[in-house]
């Protein structure tokens, strides 16, 4: 990408993400954009031409990245590093602020939706190979529901992370992994 176009982008993305996390989606306007990143209109328009594509790239530009376990983890191991890695994520300040904006955007807003249905397809995709893990280890029965499996596992970090109601730490995160391991055991498990 041609260096201009590059620090233009970048002046933009941080000043939208500022306005958004200030004041939420709505406080997102091509004026406030241009006034606090100091891009021209003109500028600012030939490259998102709606404050709705503007939005979504703001989302997309800021959207967190669950990095992949090692394959040679056990299951257990791997549900820990997915689990501490969900609560640095949800511990980031700007998606402890956006995930309610985009929970309610995404209602509102079909690009949200679908940028929300493809982070649900990466987080997917990094966390599908673990739980094949568990089918492998005996933990989980093969043809396991993925997103209820995912869902029980994560579902507490996200929780305490949208009503603030425990601190998001690696030893909140080992817990939850802790619980969903008992219930998993207690249910699914196959003793050798």
Not at 70 to 84: C, I, K, M, N, W
Not at 155 to 167: N, Y
């Amino acid at each position: 990408m041609d260096a201009r176009i590059e620090r233009t982008r970048t002046a933009v993305m941080d000043a939208a993400t500022e306005l958004l996390l200030e004041g939420g989606p709505s406080a997102i306007t091509m004026d406030g954009v241009v006034a606090r990143s100091g891009v021209a209109k003109s500028t600012l328009y030939r490259h998102w031409p709606t404050r709705d594509a503007l939005v979504i790239d703001v989302f997309g530009h800021i959207a967190p990245n669950l990095p992949d376990p090692d394959p040679d983890l056990t299951f257990e191991e791997g549900l820990r590093v997915l689990a501490h890695s969900f609560v640095a994520i949800v511990n980031d300040p700007y998606w402890k602020r956006l995930i309610p904006a985009m929970l309610l955007l995404k209602s509102q807003m079909h690009e949200i939706a679908e940028l929300d249905k493809d982070l649900q397809q990466h987080q997917a995709d990094v966390v599908t190979p673990v739980l094949q893990c568990g089918v492998s280890e005996g933990w989980l029965a093969p043809g396991f529901d993925a997103p209820c499996i995912s869902t029980l596992l994560i579902g507490p970090i996200l929780m305490a992370a949208l009503t603030d109601s425990t601190p998001l730490t690696d030893d909140f995160a080992d817990r939850c992994v802790d619980h969903f391991l008992a219930g998993v055991r207690g249910t699914t498990h196959v003793d050798a």
